[in-house]
């Protein structure tokens, strides 16, 4: 990911490899109904933590932190 904007503005000449975007990674997960893993919550999941990858709600993500 870090090679992308170097090969961008013609500094590299090779593509770096694919990669997923961090946005697409926390936010486009495949499918729908992903729960919160925070234990004892409910909760939809909105996002995945791209340090543990696990899903949480927003109360558990952004509010409360799940200390991954």
Known sequence: ???Y?????GYLDQ???LFVTPAKF????EGV??????PNCT????????HCAEFFC????VITTHFC
């Open 43 to 50: 909760d939809l999941a909105a996002a995945r933590c791209s």
């Open 15 to 17: 593509r770096p490899a």
């Open 1 to 3: 990911m870090l090679k």
């Open 58 to 61: 927003l109360e558990h993500f």
């Open 33 to 38: 109904g992903h729960t919160c893993t925070f």
């Open 5 to 9: 904007p170097w090969f961008k503005c």
């Open 26 to 29: 926390c936010f486009g997960f």
